[in-house]
């Protein structure tokens, strides 16, 4: 009743009005009471994530993004803020009332039932008549790859089948928005980088809103439309995988996303669009000017693979720094350089082995650094 | 070596199985088709006859105790199953101790435990006395040497046999499977019948084999707690052996006990194995 409602009322306004968000969340916070002691899993928690997004959650183990989830899937109620699916607030409202379906970390198949039933137990529960839900189900098992082993149980598959089993009794619901808690985390790295292009290709053909949590930064860089990194229950940045990558917006998402160098230092001058902060010895670096003024405290990032190393102090409006190589890593494609500027940093360098395989430098050689400003990016701490 | 292991680790069961199971068992069977009396020792004259005859004879308390026992093993599994749903969802850290409970009872006699029953159903004890005398129920009112009393005893002596089987089937059902069946639009009640029940069947399998045939067999409740009218067939079969010393008799009543029950047995479990269950619950 109230949707029709809600509904007409967008209508009306529409060209005003932005589409509804598929997901909101309002401020939430989660505490657990765990053995007299109060346990904050999620500190406060706000984002939108539009319909049809591929929306990863990422961030080291215990981080919250399991209980965020459930908190969405109707299992857990927060302790504060609000969930809403597509406009509607659920609080209150049981998981199966909720228009939402979750793929667990476990499958959490059911053991007493073969693959064909799994599938059509959400179909079964909505009273979908028993035509509908032969062609459905045997539609979802074509895509997952599943057809002929209808009549298997759970036990008597292996992890990959059974993780394609569960997506599909999820997915065969078409629910508005599907919830994924890890599903490739027991998979071994060939079948888990084969099921993140599967996924990803499943999320394009069928067009619904995927909520898709991992502790895996690549898995989550390759597949997501937007990333909310998380850390000890709060979001640290929420971003398309590229803006995170390139401009991580804080200390955290720097180290945990991929590899990365830190430096700090404070602003000596504003010259010619760059903030120069000089490092001493070990040469100077520079980073856009906006938003800095001399005698800020500032740590800037910079990724590895922007790095260039040479023997000659480099010239121009470049980030140049002198230090001592101290380990030599081949790596098949790159090479990875330790070089330690002294005491205030060491910092890692990939460099591509494309024309050339001799190593640039060798273990103990004293070489510059250096990097254009705009790859490096000062960051809060 | 290898292979023979297996055979190696059954062997001291087996022996004990042989010596104080099979070799007395064949001993009774022989009895059985004995004649004769104690005073002149029984001699074998392979008189099947006795089997018919004591079929005839107490074909009422037969009936009567597979009457009672499957009485016993409804009600047991009414009253185990959400027990043991509570301590295994419920119980939290608490679980041991909530067991301990369960088998408290076990940590007394059984005679004793029967007899103490007696005196909490006599008809001035403390459950009866106190209704008396406020008038609520009639002075011709009884508990004791009633069919109730029996079958109530029998369920309270072999509760936690029922109780065990089905708690350790529950625990191994993994919460996150109820979980999936919520978020698959199956409201409470729906996923318990169509989850939580199937995966329990055979620990309710277990438990109904485990309680079935020692009520079925038993005469202590029948002996304490019954009247004439409640006599079961473990009380023939004592009286037989011990006051009438009709071993014949007795050995017979025995064996056409034990073919009814592993007949019944069999015929359950074919009727309602575990898979033919989980099969039917799974639509
Ligand atoms: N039922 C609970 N009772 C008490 N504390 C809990 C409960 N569930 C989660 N927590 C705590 O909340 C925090 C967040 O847990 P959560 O499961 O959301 O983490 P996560 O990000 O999913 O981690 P992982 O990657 O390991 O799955 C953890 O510190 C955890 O110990
Ligand atoms: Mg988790």
Known sequence: MSETQAGTGAATAAPALPPVPAIELDGVVKEYVARGETVQAVR???????????????????????????????FEEPTRGGVRLHGQDVTGVPPN?????????????????????????????????????????????????????????????????????????ALVNNPRALLLDEPLGALDLKLRQAMQIELKRIQR?????????????????????????????????????????????????????????????????IAGGFAVLPLGEHGRVLVEAAGHSPGDAVAVTVRPEKITISTEEPAGDVSAVRGTVSEVVYLGTYNSY??????????????????????????????????????SYAIGS | MRRLTPYLLVLPGGLWLL????????????????????????????????????????????????????????????????????????????????LLLVLLPFFVSFVLRTVSWKFLLADD????????????????????????AVIGGLVYNYLPFMVLPIYVAL????????????????????????????LS??????????TFVPMTSDYVNAAILGGPENTMIGNIIQTEYLVNNDYPVGAALSFTLMAAMLIGIFAYARALGTENVLEAAAR
């Open chain 1, 44 to 74: 406060g928690v706000s984002l939108s994530i539009a319909e049809g997004e591929f929306f990863s959650l990422l961030g080291p183990s215990g981080c919250g993004k399991t209980t965020t989830m459930r908190m969405i899937a109707g």
């Open chain 1, 97 to 169: 009332k909720r228009d939402v379906n979750m793929v667990f970390q476990s499958y959490a198949l059911f053991p007493h039932m073969d693959v064909w039933e799994n599938v059509a137990f959400g179909l079964r529960r909505k009273k979908v008549p028993e035509a509908e839900i032969r062609r459905r189900v045997g539609e979802m098992l074509e895509i997952v790859d599943l057809t002929g082993r209808e009549k298997r149980r759970p036990r008597e598959m292996s992890g990959g089948q059974q993780q394609r089993v569960a997506l599909a009794r």
């Open chain 1, 205 to 269: 053909e069928v067009g619904i809103t995927f909520v898709y949590v991992t502790h895996d930064q690549s898995e989550a860089l390759t597949m997501s439309d937007r990333i909310a990194v998380m850390n000890d229950g709060l979001v640290e940045q929420l971003a398309g995988p590229r803006e995170i990558y390139e401009r991580p917006a804080t200390a955290f998402v720097a180290g945990f996303i991929g590899t990365s160098n830190l430096l700090n230092g404070a602003v000596e001058r």
């Open chain 1, 338 to 375: 330790a070089v330690k500027l002294g005491d205030v940093a060491e910092m890692t360098v990939f460099q591509q082995n494309a024309h050339d395989s001799t190593t640039t430098a060798e273990r103990g050689d004293s070489v510059w650094l250096s990097w254009q400003p705009q790859h």
């Open chain 2, 19 to 98: 010596v104080f199971l099979v070799v007395p068992m064949v001993f009774m069977a022989s009895v059985s088709t004995q004649e004769g009396d104690v005073v002149n020792g029984f001699v074998q004259t392979f008189h099947f006859a006795t089997y018919g005859e004591v079929l005839a004879q107490y074909q009422t308390q037969f009936l009567r105790s597979v009457g009672y026992g499957l009485a016993g093993t409804v009600i047991s599994i009414l009253i185990a199953y959400p027990v043991a749903y509570w301590i295994a969802f419920k119980g939290g850290s608490r679980k041991a101790t909530y």
């Open chain 2, 125 to 148: 004890g403390i459950v009866l006395g106190p209704l008396k005398s406020a008038g609520l129920v009639g002075e011709d009112f009884h508990l004791l040497q009633t069919t109730a």
């Open chain 2, 171 to 198: 625990e191994r059902v993994n919460p996150t499977v109820i979980e999936a069946a919520r978020d698959l639009y199956a409201p409470r009640a729906v996923a318990f019948a169509k989850i939580v029940l199937p």
């Open chain 2, 201 to 210: 069947l055979p620990g309710v399998f277990a438990g109904v084999l485990m």
